[in-house]
């Protein structure tokens, strides 16, 4: 009988899906000249937070994709541990969201681009997964990872352009 | 004319001052059942903003001292960044709290008691100043470090009597 899906696996959607949703949300970011980077987290296969970078908006240097995001899941799920969620964000992480996701416990980190300046999942620190800290996670990374990355480039590529502009 | 204060400098506090400003924040946080840290920012000798750690009270892991007081402080200076400004927090700021602090580009950070389970400004790691991250800062520790480390002891006594009582 193993063959035979069960009503709740057809339901389940794959990465890729969570990390489309992300991209979503990076989108909306870029559109509104923010930095372009989304996440969203889940729980039990379900999106219980969506969230995008808003720093410029918010004039608030705290209020990147990841920790809005973990905000509002905490929020809804009126918990401030996130032990059995998912976190999908399309760039890697930087120390601040990285300190983040050990704080609300989150079980798996995945992330789309590498972030070879400021990265604190593996490339420029590992704060995910330091030895000194009480919380580790899974870390996927790579998950879309042309798209988000070339979202970024073309974000700053734009900025370059309109900066010339006005020189 | 050397000896003849002006009246700004009448007027300047010191670092104990606004060390004492922020332990009255984590006595608030104390009260209210909060892991007991505050901090404050000061602006050309100004405070500017005031905050507790509100995890807790608002079931939000982000919702830490520093987080609380860089948003309130970037809000009332309606600035992203912070390079002219002061932050004062009772206990060595986490991961999380260390990269919003390079994040908002503080100038100096002034910390109380060290902490050696989770500090990220030089006992566990040092996100304050690393090497590869693109702002760095002063750190000056040991501000009254006796009693606001003696506030963070007490704090998890109680709760150790507390759970006792229920077991």
Redo the contacts between chains.
Sequence with gaps: MDDIKTPAALLTHNDEYFMREALRQAKIAFDADEVPIGAVVVHQNRIVARAHNQ??VL?????HAE?VA??QA??TL?????NDCKLYVTIEP???????L????IKTLYFGAKDP??G?CGS??N?AN?T???HRMNVVEGILAQECGALISDFFKRKRIDQAKFN
Tied chains: 1, 2.
Excluded at 78 to 82: A, G, H, P, Q, Y
Excluded at 94 to 100: I, K, P, T, Y
Excluded at 102 to 105: N, Q, Y
């Design positions: 720093v410029e004039k608030d240097p705290t209020a920790i973990i905000t905490a929020n009126s918990s401030k541990w996130l930087c120390s601040m969201c990285a300190g983040a050990v704080l609300a416990r300046k400021a604190a420029c620190l704060i330091h000194a800290l009480n």
